[in-house]
Every structure is written in C-alpha cells, then in structure tokens.
C-alpha cells in the first residue's frame, strides 16, 4: 500500500510538473492558493517564467485569473457561511472591530487580499458582509495582478534565468 501511494504521488507531481504543463498548473496553483488552503502560489509562477522568460505576462495573466476566482470562491464561502449562520441562530452576528471596518471600505479592502495570511480570510469575510460581489472582484483582480508582477519581477531581477 505505501508503494502505491509513493508511485501515485509521484505520478501526480510529475502531472503536474511546470515545464510539461506550463499556465494550466500555474492556474490551478493560483486558484488553490487564494482559497483558504495554505499554499503560495508565486514559486509556481517564477519557476515557469525562469524556465521561459517570455512567459512572464501571460504568467502573470493566468496567475491573476487563478487567483481571483480563488477569491470569488472565498467570497461565495463567506456569503454562504453568514447565510447558514443567520440561519441557525436566526439574527445577526456581532459586529466586531475587523468588521465594521471592512463595511466602512466596503469593495475597495478587496484590494489587500493580496496580502498574506489575512487577504484569504479577507475575501471570505468580505462575503460574509455581503459586500457587492462584481466591485469585490475587480479589486481583488487588481491586488493580485499587482502582487504578482512586482514578486515575480522582483524574483526575476533576484535569480535572472
């Protein structure tokens, strides 16, 4: 049973291997990650453009998409928890400080999640306020295509292919 499951790990790390799958694992590490799964998706990212520099903006592209609709996810989990909430306690949660301030920004906080260890949790509880889902995208988008292009550029300029 352990050979089969050392074979078969192996067999889906070699699947997924960057210079055989290039953008297709780029995007699914990317929308993996912005989900509350502890996973960085930047290593996938700078590892397939050292391995071909002329990838970095369709890279960055695929990376970016991956990782908003990762957070779109996380949004619908949070609206969908607060949705289940209300509905086993019948009222509403207590506001708490972290809260409100996310109601006082509204759609614009989405542009922190690309932060680490809160940005995730961010869009989750953004969802959770019910904030307006197409606003909380877009700035999510522009987080994350800005987080993206400064880490990998910086790595680049760091570790020249």
Known sequence: MEKFLE???LALL???ALPQVGLAAVFLVA??????LPLGSEPAVFLLVKSDPSMFWPAIAVATLGNTLGGAISWWMGYGAEAAYEHARHKKPPN???LSWLSKFGAKA???SWLPLVGDPLCAV?????????PCVAYMAVGKFMRYVVMTAALVWVFPP
């Open 14 to 16: 070699a699947a997924l």
């Open 96 to 98: 708490p400080r972290a």
């Open 31 to 36: 929308l993996v990650s912005a989900t509350l």
């Open 110 to 112: 989405c542009l922190l």
């Open 7 to 9: 074979s078969g790990i």
């Open 126 to 134: 953004a969802g959770w306020l019910k904030l307006p889902f197409w």
